[in-house]
């Protein structure tokens, strides 16, 4: 039996008229033929996804398909723009995958072909699955944004990837005069991380207060109210008087026209506005591969089963994390790592032919306002067949807390990033 | 030798399915108590500042999640987080961090 490749072995058993079909004889065959799962992209949602596929099957034949030999985290990263942390602190390797027997291969998936359940990787290499997980995070919707493209976010950072944008914009911050001007354009919903422009706001006034006292922020937001907006004023209001100007989607701060080279910004109501470091978010779609293999939708999102993250596209292929569209759950790093589990579950359940067991899926988005102000918002969520994923408790922080209950929140919000990089990355 | 192969396959397919039903492990319990690791770490093996919960006894955890719950005792989010969660769903949880060692 050894002799035989699963391929003529497959043809071999066809040949018999076999009545079980092929893949669910093999599958169920352990390590005689272990399922192979192709996993692209090792951020927060494939990493966890890699590390829980393993947990519960210790047969399965598990490769990670990632770019970076080092992935630099999103969550965090605006503490590394402040000043608070280093570029070190937010960086994690993928040793813990390769020792546990995850196949980690550092290259770029090209192509998906869901018919002959292959991928292509930039290295010209091809990959056969049995099950094949993306998540491959965000892209920009840059046709949307008159006057800018891509390669401009080199003078224009955004920041809404991890790594060299986040060194951009932390040198911009630190090159900038005392009295000039920041501006930070959020885009609309929805995209990556609701509350992180204004946790990036926050940051960054509090790095001006120490630094460049008279220098002031301004928010020119495409929406008209954002996430915790009454938590983060009242910290802005206590912490940073004076310091930023919020200035809502509808009442002028809808972005019609960027000017890279002088860093100048038009709005919708014809104002322009110049500032001295500029921060613009372009809105978001589905990473490229996840467009390219046609699992997204016209919005840019991609439809799954919100039980198993299965696309409503492809068979055997599933999407998690920011890419998919998962009902109540924001796109976070915390909720691409509970949509990990549940996948790595719901794809275990499959290839053994039993039922999953109800899912369960959680989130809480923490906020820094200053190293030692902390807000949260948290949810956990069940599926019904009707509603999708909808949630069944959580909330925000207390508006009335006082400073004692903040100062723990920044210090739980340390706890976190440790604990749920340990879950993902260790 | 086709029969041979059809016979190898079975017998073989057959002990390994034993095993998997053994290894799969995949329980309502799990399901939720998975939730918690990404602020207690996996297994609830804490490597910072949020209190580790691993091998702590049942009745403790199931307590303590109550009580946070009615608001019983202080927390900053763990009252949000078990208002989530019934008491039956409180218990598997409770019991299954208990047996992480
Ligand atoms: C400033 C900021 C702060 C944030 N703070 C928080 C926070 O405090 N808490 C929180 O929960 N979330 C936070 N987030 C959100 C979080 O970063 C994302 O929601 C999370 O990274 C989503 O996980 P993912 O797996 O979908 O994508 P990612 O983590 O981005 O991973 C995608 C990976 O796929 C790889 N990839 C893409 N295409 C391919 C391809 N073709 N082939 C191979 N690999 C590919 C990429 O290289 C990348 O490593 C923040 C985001 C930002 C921008």
Redesign the pocket.
Known sequence: MKNYSRRKFVKLLGGTGALLSASSLLTGCGKAASARIVI????????TCAKYLRRFDSSLDITL????SR?I??????MVISGMQTMDSISHDYAAQADRGVNVVH????EVDATAKKVTLDNGKALEYDRLVL????DFKWDEVEGMQASDAEIIPH????GSQTILLRKQLMAMSDGGVVIVAPPKNPF??PP??Y??ISLIAHYLKQHKPKSKILVLDAKDKFSKQTLFRQGWEKLYPGMIEWVAGSKGGSIEEIDVATGTLYTEFGDTHKGDVVNFIPPQKA???AQHAGLANNDGWCFVDQRTFESKVHKDVYV????SIAGAMP???????SQ?KVCAAAIVSSLRGVAMPEPSYV?????LVSPDYGISVAAVYRHSEDKGIYKTGGGVSPIDADATYRSQEARY?RGW?DS?TMDTFG | MKYLLIFTVFSFCSVVHVSDALAAGITRAVMLSNSCAACHGTDGKSPGAIPAIHGKSSQFISQSLREFREGKRPATVMGRHASGYTDEEIQLIADYFSGQR
């Not at chain 1, 290259?107 to 090209?110: I, S």
């Not at chain 1, 796109?331 to 790592?337: D, M």
């Open positions: 692209v992209g090792g951020g927060f949602g494939g990493s398909i990632e770019p970076s992935f985290t999103c969550p965090f990263s605006n290259a770029r998936v090209q998540s491959p995070g965000i920041a809404w990837q991890g990556r991380c992180g422009p946790e990036r990473g490229a591969i998690i994390g920011d890419a796109k976070s790093g915390f909720a691409a790592n990990g989130n809480t988005c923490y906020s919000a990033y749920v």
